[in-house]
């Protein structure tokens, strides 16, 4: 199933949002939309905007404040935030119709036993297990997924490398990180929640004598860590994940160690305790749905809508660069072997900085 053939219209809140509009704008908006929802972005480039809003030279004033109103901008395109978060929804969808169609069944309906109602793909009961262990997050982000919704089920290792379909070599993962994910990488995220997982569970997902493995070339990382050696062995390739943790009173804020470190330089502690209790009751009242908190935070205050706090011009170089790769990565214009290079080159920044 092809996922650019529809989008969800809200109508009452299209109404409400558009009251002030002409019938001229109510066109720009709509073609602005179908374009976004078709590409990801919007480019920055007055003579394509013209072509595709189909406007005259005189009425590009109102174009740019259609553009303005609606659409967040950025260094070299605009973007939908809404529009965004629906595509991934119904990309999300259309991967489990697909696993749906492959395994021959059309799902069922399953109650879970917290009470969360999830879609039963004919899988092993194993994994619903494990998407209910984890309390229907996704291992990468940590993000809950919305009731209703099921995380995708990842392989660890991918197909395309042998991977197995099979409970010691799946996670549950949402679209956004699978996608990130792909086949680059074979990161076990279940082992960032290792000591939260009862022995009985332990000896089903993880192959026997494995973990143990796992265990003792993590030690040995640790050791090397604090000793700063710079002995070099084979369980260098092992890179554990960092483990992001919970703030603000709803514990809805999830920031490694190393990001809120950050942050506190660049916001100072108060100012920052503000944009998580933002950011945090954001998430409790609206339900809303964020990817990157760090990136969020930086972005905007998020319960106001207003822009960054940090204007572009105080930003160093250097920031700016990171967040103009950050905000491609994040966004679906670009192939995911161009990805690739972004995220280099954010680690190359991070490094000189
Ligand atoms: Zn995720």
New binding site residues.
Partial sequence: MKVDIWFPFYVNDYIADTMALSNREHGMYLLLMIHCWKKGVIPKDIEKLKKITKTSEEDVSFLIGILEDFFEEHEDFYINNRLSAEKTKAENRSKRAQENGRLGGRPKEFTSIRGCTAIKKQLDKDWYEMVLFFDNK?L????KLPEGAVPLMDHIIPKSLGGQLEITNIQP??S???RDKSNKHTTDYRLKFIEDIPEKLKSKWFIAGKLEETYRLKLENQNKTSSHSHSHSHSESYKPPEKKHKYGEYNHVRLTDKQFKKLEEDYGSIHLKELIVKLDEGIEIHGYRY?NHNLTIRKWNPLNNEKPTIKSKELTGTQKEIEKYQSYIDSDVFPEDEKIKFRDKINELEGSE
């Fill in positions: 996704c990468c982000c940590e993000e993962l949402c956004g990180c699978n990817k």
